[in-house]
């Protein structure tokens, strides 16, 4: 029988470092929050931020849905909620997750798709899909070439910002100071104004 000092380690120390990670997530989310509100428009903490009426910036990233890939010229013609999120399984991106799902049929009702894009793999995106009964798809960036391309990555992670992208391919709105509780509504919100 192994030593009562492996045995709490093997199982306190996922708990811990799984702690840290959510502290560091919220951390850096309200650190971003600041940033916003300091800096012009065209930046916050992740990068410099696309402008806004102009194209989104195009691409192409493995996927969760079937045909293994998604690129944003596959959804011309509908509105895209592009979400980044840090990691799959944590609290914040869970219950943002949650939230986007329970609310899919509203997004559906206004001709909306929902793509999540996180450092995460596959995999993850997968197991987290089933745990989370989700879907919509998500769609795995892990050197983070996107995420850059949307000013919003930290290395080693996703920052948590959203983009509505028209059906023209035009970036309409951003949110760098996403609360993962009520942002589904605020997005639905701002896409009703931008559909009037």
């Not at 959510?22 to 916003?36: A, M, Q, W, Y």
């Not at 969760?64 to 799959?88: C, K, M």
Request: net charge negative.
């Amino acid at each position: 029988m192994p030593p009562r000092r492996t045995i709490l380690a093997r199982k306190i120390l996922p708990l811990c470092l799984t702690l840290c990670l959510s502290v560091l997530i919220v951390l850096t989310t309200v650190l971003g929050t600041v940033l916003v509100t300091l800096t012009p428009n065209a930046y916050a903490l992740g990068g410099k931020q696309p402008e806004i009426g102009q194209s989104a910036p195009a691409f192409t990233l493995p996927s969760t849905i079937s045909d293994g890939s998604v690129s944003l010229s596959d959804y011309l013609g509908q509105w895209v909620v592009l979400y980044f999120y840090p990691r799959d399984f944590t609290p914040g991106c869970t219950l943002e997750a949650q939230r986007f799902q329970r609310d899919l049929p509203e997004y559906e009702a206004r001709n909306t798709q929902i793509l999540g894009v996180s450092a995460d793999d596959v995999d993850s995106h997968a197991e987290f899909c089933d745990a989370e009964s989700l879907v919509f798809p998500l769609l795995s960036d892990p050197d983070g070439e996107v995420s850059r391309a949307y000013g919003s990555w930290m290395k080693p992670m996703s920052m948590r910002h959203t983009y509505l992208i028209d059906p023209e391919g035009t970036l309409r709105e951003r949110f760098l100071g996403v609360r993962p509780a009520i942002h589904s509504q605020e997005v639905l919100a701002r896409l009703d104004e931008l559909q009037a």
